[in-house]
């Protein structure tokens, strides 16, 4: 037997491309099409060649302080990891656990079954409805843990808080995470239930709202008793996973709020407007509180449409899977930028109008 019969052997998570093309309108991974304040800016010149030559502080200290002060929450409800994937990972490490299987949503953000299958964690996915909600009595078998994204990623589908209250009341003996990604554009978040349960896990990202996917900070909040077991978990890791550079980087976003909520408003307002005028053309779009809208072309497949937008140097998100294989996500960018994307729409179905009536597949 070779070294190569020894390999673990997984299925890898395929993360949106990052194509290098000319003239490129990038909508395929969430990005905020908007830069992060110049406080980020100036923490970034304060810091010295001297504070990169010892450890950070191993628990982000500081940060974890000014989260807990935001939300309202005790220091000890908060963990910080190097990017919310890796905090889902340590999350899965430490709460599923169990014999039976983790119940997921059939449609949701794919990294769950990379991570169940990397740790040997057995799932079940539980299907939604046709419009993409989750099903309460899907949720109330036996099972070591649930977790989903609300907002859900790909579909932009809100799950509401009396939803979230009565599955985490009929699961009092699992772990429910709920990803949390992209809940700054939803208006809802379920934070208000930690004090209600502590069996609720949420993840949250710096990533979208905050501008800021390329410095890699994502947060956990829970019971205190949950976090610190996280934690045994993360110091069993990777006791300095977060680097100091993205711990003052976090702390001068939080303390710059105003600039986040106004990227959040401007992004929501160009969802709505492009949602509207997208219905005028015909495409079907779900009720998306992100800063992404799912949509369905009426005239052609999503493969076709996802190609002939890569033709034209814009770039969105498709997946050829059950379900959802005839649907695409653009990521909402700046109002030139969707403007853009809608005259290319509009000239795209007027094209397909006119292939369908000359019979050209």
Known sequence: MSWEDKLRVVEPYISGEQPKMDHMIKLNTNENPYPASHA?????EAITTDKLSIYPNSDAEELRSALAKMWNLDDSQIFI???SDEVLSLSFLTFFNGQTPILMPDVTYPFYTTYADLYGIKYKKQPVDDTFHM???SYQEENSGIIFCNPC???GIVEPLDFIDALLAS?????VIIDEAYADFAGQTAIPLLDKYDNLIITRTFSKARSLAGIRLGVALGSPLAISKLYDVKNSFNSYC?????????????????LVDLNIAKIIATRNWFGKELEKLGFVITDSQTNFVFIQSPLSSAKNLYEKMYEAHIIIRYWDKPRI???VRIT???EEEMRNVLAFLAEFIQQEKMNNSIGIN
């Open 153 to 155: 990623n790909p579909t």
């Open 40 to 44: 980020i800016k100036a923490a970034l």
């Open 171 to 175: 699961n009092s003996n699992s772990i």
């Open 135 to 137: 099903q309460l009595q």
């Open 325 to 327: 294989s005839n649907w």
């Open 332 to 334: 909402i960018g700046t």
């Open 242 to 258: 977060v680097d100091y550079v993205a711990q003052e980087v976090g702390l001068a976003s939080i303390n710059d709020q105003t």
């Open 81 to 83: 990891g190097n990017g």
